[in-house]
């Protein structure tokens, strides 16, 4: 009989383990969890105390800062001629054109010629009464020196008879006292010299009014020539004025005349563009108009570059809610610009110093420009309401509601559905 040999041999007696050992895992895993409840108990606090929860990367932030805000419009423009004259018909006629439409010119170049035989017909009937006045002007100075030199001959003649009658007044004297002559001899002498006196007085007083009187129509007659001279002037000018000649230095824009055409006084013939002198047509929303005025600081950005320049023109009508103006550089045109070349302005209405200020974001839009959510901690952004002042293209300020420092949520806050706190997420 086979005995087979049991495992009694390899049997081990284990004592009995103490209690406290038995609790000591469960206590660690206990531990464990109280240890994240407390780390997660400020976590799970705002999360409970915000419905809202927003990924930080679909959030733009900004700081509260303090500083210098300038108040400015952004506003697109159009490059136009400052200086475009346009040429009108002098007179009635047909026109003999020079140029043409595109062609550069000078100042003082002919342009056009009219032809006007009736004006200057007109011209040659004025200048030969004009020379008709001159001619008769001399003849009556001439003849007023002749009346002139009669009347001072009668007056040499009086004065001789004069002196005559005298000596002949003294001889009767001297022989009346001898009674050499009777007493009516002696009284006809007084008589003759009485007579005498008077003539000479009388051709002295003839002589002065022939003087006055031929003075006046030499005056009227020279008035009558100066009159007709200007006429004269006048229509030689207009002459002149058929040769149309370019004000300014530029090119021909648009010719409103055919070649040879019959055209009337005043009609539009052509306009010329003066290259030297461009302003920027710029549309403003209506929304600044009352913020606009003459002689405010601009800046036109030409390529990369910007350019100082002035408002030196405000539309006094609004059409389509745009006001329109006009900006003028000031130290000289950029190079290269061309007629009707798209330009941007940037008109500089106000300056404020010491002020807070907060970068402009869609929050105003959609916030109305009355709320903000403000980043309190890492993770919770807090509504609160703003007052805002004076806007720039990049900034705005903060009359009431923020801090300078604090960090404001600058995008869009209508995810935020209106809540009182936003959890920020990962």
Do not use: C
Not at 166 to 178: H, L, P, T, V, W
Not at 205 to 212: G, Q, R, V
Not at 275 to 291: G, H, N, R
């Amino acid at each position: 009989m086979i005995k087979i040999a049991d495992t009694s041999g390899q049997d081990v007696a284990i004592s009995e383990a103490p209690s406290w050992q038995k609790y000591w895992p469960l206590g660690a895993g206990v531990l464990v969890l109280l240890l994240a409840a407390w780390l997660l108990l400020p976590s799970l606090q705002r999360w409970a105390s915000s419905s809202v929860t927003v990924p930080l990367d679909r959030l733009r932030l900004a700081t509260v800062e303090r500083g210098s805000l300038v108040r400015d419009a952004s506003v697109q423009g159009r490059v136009v001629a400052a200086v475009s004259p346009t040429l009108f018909a002098p007179a009635d006629g047909n026109i003999s054109l020079q140029v043409d439409a595109g062609a550069e010119v000078l100042e003082g170049q002919v342009l056009a010629v009219l032809e006007s035989p009736e004006l200057q017909n007109r011209l040659q009937q004025e200048q030969a009464t004009l020379d008709q006045l001159r001619v008769e002007l001399q003849r009556q100075s001439i003849e007023a020196k002749q009346k002139s030199l009669d009347n001072r001959r009668e007056i040499d003649e009086a004065k001789v008879t004069l002196v005559a009658a005298e000596r002949e007044r003294r001889r009767a004297e001297s022989g009346f006292e001898i009674e050499a002559i009777s007493q009516i001899d002696f009284e006809k002498t007084k008589d003759d010299l009485e007579t005498a006196r008077l003539s000479y007085e009388h051709a002295v007083a003839n002589a002065e009014l022939d003087e006055e009187r031929l003075a006046f129509e030499l005056e009227t007659q020279q008035l009558q020539v100066d009159r007709q001279t200007l006429l004269v002037e006048d229509l030689t000018r207009q002459v002149k004025n058929l040769d149309m000649r370019s004000p300014v230095n530029g090119i021909v824009g648009n010719l409103l005349v055919e070649q040879k055409a019959a055209v009337a006084r005043n009609q539009e013939v052509m306009a010329v563009v003066d290259l030297t002198a461009f302003e920027i047509e710029a549309q403003v929303p209506e929304s600044y108009a009352d913020d606009l005025g003459l002689g405010m600081p601009s800046e036109v950005l030409v390529g990369n570059q910007v350019y100082e320049a002035t408002l030196v023109s405000i539309s006094p009508e609004i059409i389509q809610n745009q006001v329109t103006t006009r900006i003028r550089f000031n130290d000289g045109m950029p190079p290269g610009l061309r007629q009707n070349q798209r330009l941007t302005a940037r008109i500089l209405m106000e300056e404020k110093n010491n002020v807070l200020t907060l970068q402009r974001g869609q929050f105003l839009d959609s916030g109305g420009s009355r709320v903000a959510y403000v980043l309190e901690d890492d993770r919770v952004a807090r509504r609160r309401s703003i007052e805002v002042g004076a806007r720039s293209l990049a900034a705005v300020e903060i009359v009431r509601g923020l801090e300078e420092g604090e960090v404001v949520i600058i995008s869009s806050i209508d995810p935020f559905q209106s809540a009182d706190s936003v959890l920020i997420s990962d």
